[in-house]
């Protein structure tokens, strides 16, 4: 493997229209969501990501979430099915963008699947069970998955629109929780840490080698991380957070052979 991809994509002009589960509908500032969005780009290239920026797709009022649209592992990338009709026809540019890099494969129906809810940790893949992912995912994703060693695991969770706005991983054998959304038992081969009470959104952290990106507005969260050893590094996405979305939605990071 050589360099490290990360692929982003402009925010939607249309991002006011964006999919809403949890939250209540308000205005998103969408220069500063812009803003935010080039910064956040700018803190992958300084860690070393070649950033592969996707054009604006104005009909996808989500599509800044790429994340959701595909699971990459060493291995393959699987294209999703995602729960929410609205964003189906956001596929086939992520399609195109990670063909030169991986072998393909596509959740197809009656399975629907938000790479949001993929929470890939060492040779661990847990599948949050949502409104926008169903067990017939789990399935199609161990039948791609079952000559590489992976376990593929389905998990509950409540209160949050998918799994990794609950956990996410901070190293190859530790996770970042929010116990009230996720039971920490449900990964039984993982430490946990857990979020700031004060701070439940926190869970959901970007690792880049060794530094691991949290949210601004999770100081104490962060404080958490560093206390244990961890490189931190805050990056603002206040604009985001309104339309559902998180740090890890914005890119598709991976290592690559390609130049
Ligand atoms: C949606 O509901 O699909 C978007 N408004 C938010 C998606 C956030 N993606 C993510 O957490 N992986």
Redo the contacts with the bound molecule.
């Keep these: 493997m050589g360099i490290r991809v990360a692929v982003t994509r402009g925010v939607s002009s249309s991002i006011s229209e964006?999919?809403?589960?949890h939250l209540e509908r308000e205005p998103i500032n969408l220069d500063l969501a812009r803003a935010q969005h080039a910064n956040y780009e700018r803190v992958l290239a300084d860690l070393g990501c070649c950033i592969e920026r996707l054009v604006e797709e104005p009909e996808f009022p989500?599509s800044v979430?790429v994340?959701?649209i595909a699971v990459v592992l060493d291995e393959v990338a699987i294209i999703t099915r995602p729960g929410?009709l609205s964003?189906r026809g956001e596929r086939s540019s992520i399609e195109a963008a990670l063909q030169p890099h991986r072998p393909i494969q596509r959740i197809a129906a009656p399975a629907i699947l938000?790479?949001?809810d993929v929470l890939v940790v060492g040779r661990d893949v847990y599948v949050g069970l949502s409104t926008r992912t169903n067990v017939n995912s789990v399935r199609q994703l161990r039948d791609f998955l079952a000559d590489y060693g992976y376990r593929v695991t389905g998990v509950g969770f409540k209160d949050c629109?998918?799994l990794?706005?609950s956990a996410t991983a901070v190293s190859d054998d530790t996770l970042l929780v929010n116990p009230n959304w996720v039971d920490p038992s449900a990964f039984s081969g993982q430490a946990c840490i857990v979020v700031d009470p004060a701070e439940p959104r926190g869970a959901n952290v970007v690792r880049v080698g060794d530094t691991v990106l949290f949210g601004a507005d999770f100081p104490r969260t962060g404080e958490r991380l560093a206390a244990e050893g961890f490189d931190v590094q805050p990056v603002a996405a206040t604009e985001l957070a309104k339309?559902?979305?998180?740090l890890?939605?914005c890119s598709l990071i991976f290592e690559s052979a390609q130049t």
């Design positions: 964006c999919e809403l589960t989500d979430f994340e959701d929410a964003r938000d790479g949001g629109l998918h990794k706005s339309a559902e979305g998180a890890t939605c």
